[in-house]
Nanobody
Framework: QDKLMESGGDSVQVGGSLRLSCVAS????????MGWFRQVSGNKREAVAV????????YYADSVKGRFTITLDDAKNTMYLQMNRLKDDDTAMYFC??????????????????????????WGQGTQVTVAS
């Protein structure tokens, strides 16, 4: 069982920056992908950025490309989301998530990350980001 805990959410002005952190309790080796998702009350949860734990691929929502950066620190078992040039539309609850490796895949199997919430089995409680002008 993987437990995830986010931190770093805050209220900032438009144009400001924040760095979110997600500390995981399980073994990074058991995860295929990790990602950041966000949700505004009443709306669907949407992917912001996801990354393969092998470090070879990352994907971003079009709305954050060039402004947000997702990184992994294996030694600290922590994922980060650096958010720059924040906009009003970035206001949301941000969640980190992890997709577990399926033991049936085999060591040589490669599964690309997706941006679908249904592919991620483990979720944190969320951290609120509010961007105000």
């Amino acid at each position: 069982q993987d437990k995830l805990m986010e931190s770093g959410g805050d209220s900032v002005q438009v144009g400001g920056s924040l760095r979110l952190s997600c500390v995981a309790s399980g073994d990074m080796y058991n995860r295929n992908c990790m990602g950041w998702f966000r949700q505004v009350s009443g709306n669907k949860r949407e992917a912001v950025a996801v990354t393969h734990t092998g470090g070879d691929s990352t994907y971003y929502a079009d709305s954050v490309k060039g402004r947000f950066t997702i990184t992994l620190d294996d030694a600290k078992n922590t994922m980060y989301l650096q958010m720059n040039r924040l906009k009003d539309d970035d206001t949301a609850m941000y969640f980190c998530a992890a997709e577990a490796k399926n033991p049936a895949w085999g060591s040589s199997y490669y599964r690309a990350c997706t941006m679908q919430t249904t592919d991620y089995q483990y979720w944190g409680q969320g951290t609120q980001v509010t961007v105000a002008s």
